[in-house]
């Protein structure tokens, strides 16, 4: 069973600065299979990335996503107010979902 | 556009049973996959269980195995998450999501979500 860990817990930034939120998997997963999610206070979980670095739609060009193997990463290049969340990493095999803890972006 | 909107939720006994609805619209709900995720209050996403879009495949989360069962009525666009023997630990909101494929083996992600009805378990 794959487990995702993701760091920081938490990343307090000003807004117009850059983000990069990191996922690791437990064993080297198919770049196909991982994606990103970002939540907001009493909203849905909403699609941002999948495959690892293909954007979703409607999903702005300041987000992107990179990585292979174990290791993923997204960055949000500059801020916006309406950035601030928290964001879940989640890969899909064997027919199961699993979602890593969460990065949580606040407001410095 | 895509809508999904949970009901069913509500304040239940340790040991009792909700039926949990999806109204799903916008989309050819036959043709998807769909699954239930939960949260519990403060806390992350949890993978719940899984059905398949016309074969009738389903997979479960293992805290849920053998208490939770996962249908669909393509013919009314609604998927259903029938909950029995609930416990404390599954309070939660529970959100239906849209999967990106027919097949549990052909999906990747969970491209739409519902907002989510709450379930709480407690005397």
């Not at chain 1, 990179?66 to 993923?72: K, M, P, Q, R």
């Not at chain 2, 909107?5 to 609805?21: A, F, I, K, N």
């Not at chain 2, 996403?45 to 059905?51: A, G, Q």
């Amino acid at each position: 069973e794959i487990v995702l860990t993701q760091s920081p817990g938490t990343l307090s930034l000003s807004p117009g600065e850059r983000a990069t939120l990191s996922c690791r998997a437990s064993q080297s997963v198919t770049s196909t299979y991982l994606a990103w999610y970002q939540q907001k206070p009493g909203q849905a979980p909403r699609l941002l990335i999948y495959g690892a670095s293909s954007r979703a739609t409607g999903i702005p060009d300041r987000f992107s996503g990179s990585g292979s193997g174990t290791d993923f990463t997204l960055t949000i290049s500059r801020l916006e107010p309406e950035d601030f969340a928290v964001f879940y990493c989640q890969h899909y095999g064997n027919s199961r979902v699993t979602f890593g803890p969460g990065t949580k972006v606040d407001i410095k | 556009e895509v809508q999904l909107l949970e009901s069913g939720g509500g304040l239940v006994q340790p040991g009792g049973s909700l039926r949990l609805s999806c109204a799903a619209s916008g989309f050819t709900f036959s043709t998807y996959a769909m699954s239930w995720v939960r949260q519990a209050p403060g806390k992350g996403l949890e993978w719940v269980s899984s059905i398949s879009g016309n074969d009738g495949n389903t997979n479960y989360a293992d805290p849920v195995k053998a208490r939770f069962s996962i249908s669909r009525d393509n013919s009314q666009n609604t998927l259903f998450l029938q909950l029995n023997s609930l416990r404390a630990e599954d309070t939660a909101v529970y959100h239906c999501a849209k999967l990106s494929g027919t097949a549990l083996t052909t999906s990747r992600v969970l491209s739409h979500w519902g907002q989510g009805t709450l379930v709480t378990v407690s005397s």
